[in-house]
């Protein structure tokens, strides 16, 4: 259709050029034509001498002559122009028979070609078809599933929440019943009640108030373990190497409160009196010897040899604020005035006890 229009267009621009040639010609033309002589003029000799008439005439005839001449050569031209102009028009109507063979041909191959391709694009449709009824099936199947585990989802989360509820009641419980019981002074508790205690929080450490409380209970859990110790140690016969491990130990007593602290004061002042204490009771047994030694001695003697033995070197405020300080002496000193009581005469192993610290 472009290449008939192109040349449509071309046979048109000729043909106007050559017209417009032809008409530019005839302009000329006409243009060089003297005016025609007014036949007056020509017709009334009594005008002008037969000189001027003859000469007039000539010159008409050599114009018509010339004239002549030019329309001949115009008519050939036209001739010439009406010749091109037709064998144009014959290849003007040439090509458009040819563009419009070939615009049906054309034609004809897109059909074809369109022929050709709906088979293929039916079956990428069906194909599609097919996918896209899958998916919405799969879909389907998603949303249910989707919608089942949402349900799921939202009923524990609710179940969630009651546990979580009943585990906080259950674990403020669990801390309410035995939190007094870490309060206690440590002579009040005892090791396995402790232990029992750690035993029924830790079923609950998932909950982050239980696991601070079972930590507190695992200090609490140490600290009576090292004042056990030292209760043992003050509570035992005299050794150094005890005592001093016992007393460095203090320093790894931590979080207790004022009656656990004046506890363990005391004991750590029971241990640092020990060996004071010890010196102080093997003084006495030893004063006490010495005035029974060769001698019937009674009961009688000694009322009046205690307040002299006492009297010196301190002994008295050391035998009340030492010696009786410490459990183990305080209890042994009880037994040694029970024995000598009983028998004045007598040296009992208590006696030997202490003096072979």
């Avoid at 050559?18 to 060089?32: E, G, H, M, P, V």
């Avoid at 008439?53 to 001949?72: G, W």
């Avoid at 031209?77 to 563009?99: A, Q, R």
């Avoid at 040899?305 to 042994?332: A, C, F, M, T, W």
Wanted: hydrophobic residues 35%; positive net charge; glycine residues 2%.
């Amino acid at each position: 259709m472009i290449v008939r229009n192109k040349y449509v267009v071309f046979a048109l621009l000729l043909v106007s050029s050559l017209i417009t040639n032809a008409q530019t010609r005839n302009s000329i033309s006409n243009d060089s034509v003297p005016p025609a002589i007014d036949g007056d003029s020509i017709r009334n000799p009594s005008a002008s001498s037969n000189s001027d008439y003859s000469k007039a005439y000539e010159i008409a005839l050599k114009r018509k002559e010339e004239l002549t001449n030019r329309k001949a050569i115009l008519n050939d031209s036209i001739k010439n122009w009406k010749k091109e102009l037709k064998k144009l028009e014959g290849l003007h109507g040439s090509i458009v028979k040819s563009n419009e063979k070939m615009e049906k041909k054309i034609d004809e191959v897109k059909i074809e070609e369109q022929k050709k391709g709906v088979p293929e694009l039916i079956k990428k449709r069906d194909k599609l078809l097919k996918t896209i009824i899958a998916e919405e099936k799969e879909k389907v199947i998603l949303e249910s599933q989707l919608h089942e585990i949402n349900s799921k989802l939202n009923a524990r989360n609710n179940q969630r929440e009651s546990l979580g509820k009943i585990k906080d009641n259950v674990s403020n419980q669990i801390i309410a019943e035995n939190k007094d019981y870490l309060e206690r002074s440590f002579s009040e508790m005892n090791l396995s009640e402790l232990r029992v205690i750690k035993s029924k929080c830790q079923k609950y450490t998932t909950d982050a108030k239980v696991n601070a409380f079972v930590a507190k209970v695992d200090n609490v859990i140490r600290n009576k373990e090292l004042y056990d110790n030292m209760v043992n140690v003050v509570n035992a016969s005299y050794k150094k190497f005890d005592v001093d491990r016992a007393l460095a130990s203090v320093t790894q007593i931590k979080g207790t409160n004022t009656q656990q602290q004046k506890e363990i004061i005391e004991l750590k002042t029971q241990m640092t009196l020990f060996p004071e204490g010890l010196a102080a009771f093997k003084e006495y047994i030893t004063k006490l010897n010495e005035m029974r030694n060769g001698v019937n001695y009674s009961i009688e003697y000694f009322q009046t040899d205690s307040k002299q033995i006492l009297s010196k070197n301190n002994l008295g405020n050391r035998v009340e604020n030492q010696l009786k300080r410490i459990p183990y002496l305080r209890k042994k000193f009880e037994e040694f005035m029970n024995a000598f009581k009983a028998a004045p005469n007598k040296h009992s192993n208590v006696e030997t006890e202490i003096l072979n610290q």
